[in-house]
């Protein structure tokens, strides 16, 4: 073949010379504020990242997402802050960011513009990720807009991730890819953490349809090759989100593992929402030694079950009632029973467990071979249930025993213990409209699998 996939997608053991055992935690400026950034705003957001007590939670990285950037590229092809809006030049940004104990996060793009139509990384990933490292950035969010469609994702990302191994400095690498091409499948060798679907939007109806698109995906991310990106969160906006909605998406995000980057307006946040960012025992299940995403276990109408392995033998689980929404419905039947049975998670008959509510954190007592919660419309109880005899073992999996999740014969090679791609990976190639065929590989007409033979 002209290009082997194996070699163009080599062993990465440690990306950017780092190895990211937990999920990221911060703040993003683009639900916030869109365009709409400046020095003084992002210096507001880091102090009061302090302040707010976030940072000492564990929320420490402070990301500039688009439009921090002049328009265009100088004549020595470096990119360079916007001199109206960061006057201090964007080393000094990030120097004010660490200087209050955070992180510093910036954003790009795999194409010739950013999402916004500033200058993107494509053709300049060598100079770009120098100039990031020269700024002290640790986190670069990489988007996916302005490409044309021969230009083969994966090796707009791989330029990238390699232009930043390069430098010698560690950069978590998250990948915005909105889920383009099964990234489950490829972004675990390209950078720490990769998105899994569209853009999410400020609204109940988008939090749902992200889990419906994430459940059976855990299987191939973890603490040992990265994280599943489900987007940032809709935690605290004025977005009509319910609070218990809020507390079902923090919990749920923070179950399956993924980063989680608030993306609220610090100013001016709502002292019961900032308190669900602040529940140090949910943001445990995320952080967790293990580093094993939990997934969906079991579903029935309105009625869900999440769960994943904690380190040690217990369990994270969340139990979730998203019964329809309208109003009357509320009034009817504003709470409804769910049970998890010890054996859907991986303890076994006759086994006493702790039962504790994350939220609250509290013991509800101790119980044999099953819970019994009563949750709230549109909201959930995340509980950690903790075998107290018996065997303690973590290494249960929420993809175990579960037929839906059984591995097919296009995907077994991806799940982390066999060759990387088959040749017949359905995604090598894609149809589009009018029956054109749309390739996603260097030359062709030589790929096999897309009409083409094999060199």
Same mark, same amino acid.
């Given at each position: %073949? ?5 070699? @163009? ?5 440690? +990306? ?22 400046? !020095? ?8 009061? %990242? ?26 020595? $092809? ?11 030049? %964007? ?23 950013? +999402? ?6 494509? $053709?300049?990933?060598? !100079? ?53 091409? !099964?990234?489950? @499948?490829?972004?675990?060798? %390209? ?30 991310? $973890?603490?040992?090759?990265?994280? @599943? ?44 929402? &900032? ?15 293990? $580093? ?78 099953? =819970? ?15 075998? &107290? ?49 749309? =390739? ?16």
């Amino acid at each position: %073949m002209a290009r082997q996939v194996l070699l @163009l997608l080599a062993a990465l053991a440690v +990306c950017s010379g780092l190895e990211i055992r937990r999920p990221a935690l911060g703040f993003n400026t683009w639900n916030a504020f869109y365009r709409d950034i400046n !020095e003084t705003l992002v210096q507001q957001q880091a102090n009061l %990242m302090v302040s707010l007590g976030l940072r000492d939670v564990g929320f420490e990285y402070l990301v500039l997402d688009d439009c921090w950037a002049e328009k265009e590229r100088p004549a020595d $092809g470096r990119l360079v802050g916007n001199k109206r809006t960061f006057p201090s030049g %964007m080393k000094a940004m990030g120097e004010y960011i660490k200087g209050r104990g955070l992180k510093f996060g910036i954003y790009s793009d795999a194409g010739s513009l950013t +999402c916004a139509k500033y200058p993107g990384s494509l $053709g300049y990933e060598k !100079e770009d990720a120098d100039t990031f490292a020269s700024w002290g950035v640790d986190y670069l969010k990489y988007d996916n807009c302005h490409a044309r469609r021969d230009y083969w994702i994966l090796d707009r990302y791989a330029a990238m991730r390699d232009a930043l191994n390069a430098t010698g400095r560690p950069i978590v690498y998250s990948l915005c890819q909105w889920g383009v091409m !099964e990234a489950h @499948l490829w972004g675990p060798k %390209m950078g720490h953490s990769w998105r899994t679907t569209e853009d999410i939007r400020p609204t109940w109806d988008s939090v749902l349809k992200t889990l419906d698109y994430n459940v059976g995906l855990s299987r191939f991310a $973890g603490s040992d090759v990265g994280w @599943l990106d489900l987007d940032m969160l809709y935690v605290g906006n004025d977005t009509g989100l319910r609070l218990g909605e809020q507390r079902a998406h923090f919990a749920l995000w923070s179950l399956y593992k993924s980063p989680l980057m608030i993306g609220h307006d610090l100013r001016d946040f709502p002292k019961q929402s &900032l308190s669900i960012l602040l529940s140090k025992e949910v943001i445990a299940v995320n952080q967790d030694d293990l $580093g094993v995403p939990g997934d969906l276990i079991w579903r029935q109408g309105h009625k869900r079950i999440y769960a994943g392995p904690l380190a040690g033998g217990a369990r994270a689980v969340v139990l979730a009632n998203f019964q329809f929404a309208h109003p009357t419905a509320f009034q009817q039947c504003p709470r409804t029973n769910i049970t998890v049975f010890w054996g859907q998670i991986g303890l076994q008959p006759g086994q006493r467990a702790r039962v504790r509510d994350l939220y609250e954190e509290r013991d509800l007592g101790e119980f044999v071979d099953s =819970f019994t919660g009563s949750v709230e419309a549109h909201n959930v109880l995340a509980l950690r249930v903790t075998p &107290l005899n018996g065997p303690l073992d973590d290494g249960w999996r929420p993809w175990h025993g579960q037929p839906a999740y059984a591995a097919q014969a296009a995907n077994v090679a991806v799940q982390r213990y066999e060759d990387w791609v088959p040749k017949s990976a359905p995604w090598r190639c894609m149809k589009a409209g009018g029956g054109d065929t749309v =390739f996603q590989q260097p030359d062709p007409a030589k790929q096999p699998g897309c009409g083409g033979k094999d060199r």
